[in-house]
């Protein structure tokens, strides 16, 4: 039988109840046409259908324009601390059964994905970064992070500390401050530093989860930079936009002969450069702060057997799109023309906006331009901490090809 439901009811567009029948959990403010009972920001509302038929209850912002992120489609769902712990410990599983070993280092919620719209949590060894984006589960924080906390230590999994990065304009937009800074877990010490080390792929890593991009660390990449590390003994690689020199620390690492990383930043190769000797790898790296739309012109000859773009994204809407695939155009344009025939080429783009469809034909333009053809090695997507729910575009967004230039 069902429940007797007490929430506010929000009624809504056939448009929003067929993306919502589909397996979207969004609705937006155009998408509402009316709105009964008192719809507190940050709390739960029933979302119907015109004819009052209940589609799914969610989490309502009136300073949003994603007004609902809903979090279940099931109206018998009672949402009090057992709800969120069993969604909780559904993603511990889900990433025990995926990543196996390499549990210890990776996204352990992903938003939607995960069904905690707006948050993320990364695992770095004994140290859990969060970031919340929705005020829904801003709100929810205070039960939810003790709760993942003893989910994880109960699996006998040590863990030292939360810290939040919420330091992100995007939060504004929600009505929330930014900030960032250890979460107080009940009871216990907050600790001492902002960096821990990290093992990802054999290669040992200082994280600043403090001061480092996004939570500190890129995982989506794990696994296609293995990928890269198997293709790179004996070659001379260019590893672009290198950040903490993960592509080619695990380059060199594959027995490549050298590996000269760029980044625009200079503590990014600064960082990298310490990442190289951590792991007695500095012999066979140098590294360079250039910005490689500027750098990749000024190369001639061939000089590299693989060149490795990783930009960060481009574009972060749809209006800038047009541009971003100029930019892409440019160094993979720029990198084909620079390898010699049998070279090798690993790019990828990191933009939900650029689409596959849209990197594909870019990637076709850019090795027409450089007269060149591409033989496909491997296609890849982000790691699968990272789940692609395919009624969910929003979280595919990682395309990553492998390519021998002929």
Known sequence: MKQERSFPKIFVTAKAEA????????????????????????????????KGRYLGTGFFNSHSKIRVRMISTNSNDRFDQAFYERRLRYAW????????????CCRLIFGE??????????????????????????????MLFPALVHILREDGQEIRGVYERNDVAIRELEGMEQGKGFFPLPGEEIPAD???EIVENGIRYQVDFENGQKTGFFLDQKYNRQAVARISRGKRVLDCFTHTGSFGLNAAMGGAESVHCVDVSQSAVEMARANARRNGLEGRMTFEAANVFDLLPTLSGHPYDLIILDPPAFTKSRQTVEHAVRGYKEIN???????????????????????????????????????????????????????ILWNVPETNYLKFYLFQVV
């Open 113 to 142: 994905a995960d069904s905690f719209p707006g948050l993320t949590v990364d695992r770095f060894g004994d140290i859990l970064v969060t970031q919340t984006l929705s005020l829904g589960v801003e709100l929810l924080k205070p």
């Open 93 to 104: 599983e889900y990433r025990k059964t995926v990543m196996g070993q390499d549990v210890s």
């Open 19 to 50: 993306s919502i029948r589909r397996g979207h959990p969004w609705v937006y403010h155009t998408e509402i046409t009316e709105i009964q009972g008192d719809c507190t920001d940050g709390y739960l509302a029933d979302v119907l259908t015109q």
């Open 194 to 196: 902002t960096v821990t």
């Open 333 to 387: 344009y720029r990198a084909m023309s620079l390898l010699p025939r049998g070279g090798y080429l690993a790019t990828c783009s990191c933009s939900h906006f650029m689409t596959e469809d849209l990197f594909c034909k870019m990637l076709h333009s850019a090795a027409a331009d450089a007269h060149v053809n591409l033989r496909q090695i491997e296609a890849r997507q982000q790691s699968p901490d990272h789940p």
